[in-house]
């Protein structure tokens, strides 16, 4: 990866609210948001300085949480750190997409399911209009949406697969693959090429990615911070 690559992916929420995303970021100064109800990530610049997180609560409302990879950085006065989860993020080596038939594209009708969906999986935060991150597909059985996957961050010429997960009634069938797939031939389509982040602690995923032709680049920690209300 070239020096400019590199630091998109330590701090890709930010590149993407940058890039691709801007039309979508709130802006103060230059610390950038995902609307609360898009997506629930802070991107904040590398490292960030002390008028940054004031820019940043002015984005923020007090009592209220955002997420972010921020280095490490200590937290100002009015910030709290709530949560932190350790992450791995994987890039594609040797990945080959495949268009799957049964894939059929999830719109905005689409999200009561979904967010359903999510609520018995778990594959991460998805709000009512996180749909508009871009592409997603879901397979339904019987009517019923039963997997799905999407896409998320986009940086200069990569995109983020992200909200993969299957009914557990329905796993051990290929399900998540086949999606993932579909989502890369998509991607390359764009001549991009595809990046994912996965829980840590979920190994057998990793396991699943890493037989997709995908690589660990690193692990990092998401921080959840909250903006604490005054006095």
């Known amino acids: 990866m070239s020096p400019s690559e590199e630091a998109q992916f330590d701090n890709p929420a930010y590149a993407s609210l940058c890039g691709a995303h801007a039309q979508l970021a709130q802006v103060r100064g230059r610390a950038r ?7 629930p990530f802070l991107g904040l ?35 709290q750190a709530v949560q932190a989860f350790d992450l791995v993020q994987m890039v594609e080596e040797r990945v080959t997409g495949a268009d799957f038939a049964a894939a059929i594209p999830l719109g905005a009708g689409d999200v009561p399911e979904i967010l359903e969906l999510v609520a018995q999986t778990e594959p991460g935060p998805f709000l009512p209009r996180t749909i508009e ?30 909200a993969v997960c299957t009914r557990p009634d329905h796993r051990g069938q290929g399900l998540a ?47 959840v911070v909250m903006r604490e209300p005054p006095g």
């Open 33 to 39: 948001r995902y609307p609360d109800d898009v997506a």
């Open 45 to 79: 610049p590398t490292p960030p300085t002390a008028q940054d997180w004031r820019d940043a609560a002015d984005l923020v409302a007090p009592g209220t949480f955002v997420a972010g990879r921020y280095g490490g950085a200590e937290l100002p006065d009015g910030w």
């Open 133 to 162: 991150l871009g592409d997603y597909l879901g397979i339904r059985r019987d009517g019923k949406l039963v997997a799905m996957a999407g896409e998320r961050f986009h940086l200069d010429g990569w995109t983020e697969i992200s």
């Open 177 to 223: 693959s086949q999606l993932m797939g579909a989502l890369i031939a998509g991607i390359k389509r764009r001549s991009e090429r595809a990046f994912l982040h996965v829980m840590s602690t979920n190994t057998g995923a990793i396991r699943l990615y890493e037989e997709l032709g995908f690589r660990v680049r690193q692990t990092a920690t998401l921080t």
